[in-house]
């Protein structure tokens, strides 16, 4: 009995075994087809150009990123590193320094320009005649100056008495000219605000006080008219200078962080940034119609004294107040270091011409050098054995 339950059992434990190879067999398979299926998936998008490509493009960034060579670097020199981006901050805080003393040579030099600005504030306006020896200037155009200068002595006696009678004060329309002139003034000029520009008498540059935060202002000067009882509209531009504590390598210098308007007292009627509309309601109860008149922001230059306001609480703005506050911190600039020092030459357009012809110039290189780059392309194309 006890030799046939040996029996049995050996029985047992061989089948058992079977079993077990079997299903061993089965895994390693089974196993060997899931291999087999990603090694022929691997193949055909290895076969994809597109996938290769951007591959490559991968590597190649990756190549030739900054930060992944850094990373490379060994503990010690990355230390070192570290100690030159310190350098780095303690430098822009210099800088900071440096264009601070900038601003008060700005404040010191604007006294001196004044008493210029105040005898062209006078020729314009027709305040004070300028003498012979102040009104003679040397132009490069001399010679076809003179030509139309002898043709102006033949007009016919009547022309010149009529042009004598003709009583021109100052310069006429002087401002207003170079917000026609000026393609970013133009864009903002609507045609009911060129009646009260025609008023401008003068533009001021007002700079912060020393020991103030650094701004500057401007000032439109204007003369009694139709439209609104002050005098002088201004507008306050707010500067930083000094590095920003979480982006310290971004400072480029001063920037313009803030500004503010003032207030238009406007005449009766007379307000150009709004409108009125009629609008048409409906009673949902009665059905009877009634017709409502509300007022709507109207594009005029005068909004340029109604800036958006930088928000102190830390929130952002929406990418068109940004935009929009972007564009009036360009224009306060642009008024500050182009049109107040050298309005004249807006006036005559040179200043334009010059500015047109710089850019002209910059695009003429640019053009050069894809040119030549383009051509550098071809040559290695040509010498390129495979091609």
């Known amino acids: 009995m006890y030799l046939h339950q040996g029996m049995v059992d050996t029985g047992t434990q061989m089948a058992d075994n079977s079993k077990t190879e079997d299903t061993a067999s089965d895994s390693v398979e089974a196993a060997k087809n899931a291999s087999d299926k990603k090694e022929k998936l691997a193949d055909q998008v290895m076969q994809n150009p597109q996938v290769l490509a951007a591959l490559q493009e991968r590597l190649d960034n990756t190549a030739l990123t900054p930060s992944s060579y850094i990373e490379t670097l060994p503990k010690a020199v990355k230390r070192r590193i570290d100690a030159l981006k310190q350098l780095q901050v303690k430098c822009a805080h210099i ?173 009766k009627g007379k307000n150009v940034t709004v409108k009125t509309i009629k609008k048409k309601q409906k009673h949902k109860g009665r059905g009877t119609v009634r017709t409502i008149t509300k007022q709507v922001p109207n594009d005029s230059f005068f909004n340029f004294f109604s800036p958006i306001k930088v928000s102190g609480d830390g929130e952002s703005l929406d990418e068109d107040s940004e935009f929009t506050l972007a564009a009036d911190f360009e224009i306060g600039h642009f008024f500050r270091e182009r049109i107040v020092p050298r309005a004249v030459l807006y006036f005559t357009g040179e200043a334009i011409e010059d500015d047109d012809n710089f850019e002209e110039g910059e695009e003429g290189e640019e053009e050069e050098l894809e040119g030549e780059e383009e051509g550098e392309e071809e040559e290695d194309a040509e010498s390129d054995p495979k091609v």
Not at 112 to 118: A, G, K, N, R, T
Not at 232 to 251: A, G, I, N, R
């Open 95 to 267: 800088e900071a320094k440096f264009y601070e003393e900038v601003h008060d040579l700005e404040r010191k030099y604007a006294a001196l320009y004044q008493p210029l600005f105040d005898k062209r504030r006078e020729f314009i306006n027709g305040e004070a005649e300028p003498t012979d020896a102040e009104s003679e200037w040397h132009s490069e155009n001399e010679e076809e100056e003179k030509l139309a200068g002898d043709l102006k002595n033949v007009v016919v006696i009547e022309e010149k008495a009529e042009a004598e009678e003709t009583n021109v004060k100052g310069i006429p329309d002087f401002w207003f000219t170079i917000f026609r002139n000026v393609d970013m003034l133009s864009e903002l000029v609507q045609e009911y605000d060129e009646p009260i520009l025609k008023h401008l008498q003068d533009i001021k540059v007002k700079f912060s006080e020393p020991g103030q935060p650094m701004s500057f202002s401007l000032e439109f000067h204007f003369g009694p008219n139709d439209y609104f009882s002050n005098s002088v509209l201004t507008k306050t531009y707010k500067m930083k200078s000094e590095p920003d504590k979480t982006d310290p390598f971004s400072f480029e210098g001063p920037e313009i962080v803030d500004c503010e308007g003032c207030t238009i007292d406007w005449k």
